[in-house]
């Protein structure tokens, strides 16, 4: 009896052996390597082109993993997209401008310059925004009540200030907020685009400052030439 205990024993570590090592499963680096992937391919393909293994391939990992971290590919999208924009946040950090001593124009002008900042450093968000603009989702209505609309307020809330003490022309809120946030944002979603045409850097510094003075400029004084 002993000897056969010995032996169930010694298959039964045999057995343990030969497992897959769970906590590899778990690990926050599998995790991220998923996130990442998902980013770079919504952003390029949008939601219905890419699968969950497209998804693992780009992350030179296994579908399985995708399901046993995040369950589907809704659930990896909105993960992936919850991401990009805690990534993005503090770089844009529109909160941080609400005691700032600044008077409406002046807020205005870093706001956009910090949007414009944060767009040259991810500009797969305006991407996954287009993707799902051009849907029609259920995600585009998830993104507006989670990351958009906070960000359009901010600028509604300054261009309004604005308006109201004679600032700058009482033309309708919505076209002007769309008009800043879109050439701001887009104009680095179409980056290689632009590097084609004009061979420019547009993730150096100096391009980007150069962009930002160019869009305060244009918004607030126009392209015309003063007499």
């Given at each position: 009896m002993q000897a056969g205990s010995k032996s169930a024993g010694g298959a039964s570590e045999k057995r343990g052996r030969g497992r897959p090592a769970r906590p590899a499963l778990?690990?926050?680096?599998?995790?991220?390597?998923?996130?990442?992937?998902?980013?770079?391919?919504?952003?390029?393909?949008?939601?219905?082109?890419?699968?969950?293994?497209?998804?693992?391939?780009?992350?030179?990992?296994?579908?399985?993993?995708?399901?046993?971290?995040?369950?589907?590919?809704?659930?990896?999208?909105?993960?992936?997209?919850?991401?990009?924009?805690?990534?993005?946040?503090?770089m844009?950090?529109?909160?941080?401008?609400?005691?700032?001593?600044?008077?409406?124009?002046?807020?205005?002008?870093?706001?956009?310059?910090n949007l414009a900042a944060a767009n040259a450093a991810e500009p797969d968000y305006a991407r996954i925004v287009m993707q799902e603009s051009i849907a029609d989702s259920d995600?585009?209505?998830?993104?507006?009540?989670?990351?958009?609309?906070?960000?359009?307020?901010?600028?509604?809330?300054?261009?309004?200030?604005?308006?109201?003490r004679g600032l700058i022309r009482d033309l309708p809120l919505h076209d002007l907020t769309n008009i800043v946030t879109s050439t701001v944002s887009l104009t680095f979603s179409l980056g290689p685009l632009v590097q084609k045409l004009y061979d420019v850097d547009m993730g150096s510094e100096g391009y980007l400052s150069s962009l930002s003075s160019s869009i305060v400029d244009v918004l607030f004084a126009g392209l015309k030439t003063r007499p």
């Open positions: 778990d690990t926050q680096e599998t995790r991220d390597g998923l996130l990442e992937a998902a980013i770079r391919l919504f952003a390029r393909h949008g939601f219905e082109a890419v699968s969950t293994g497209d998804i693992a391939k780009a992350a030179g990992l296994t579908q399985s993993m995708v399901h046993y971290h995040f369950g589907s590919k809704d659930k990896i999208w909105r993960a992936a997209v919850t991401r990009l924009m805690r990534r993005r946040g503090p844009f950090a529109p909160t941080r401008l609400e005691h700032a001593p600044l008077d409406p124009v002046a807020k205005l002008e870093l706001l956009i310059r995600r585009l209505q998830w993104l507006i009540e989670e990351f958009i609309a906070p960000g359009f307020k901010v600028f509604d809330d300054a261009i309004r200030e604005a308006q109201e």
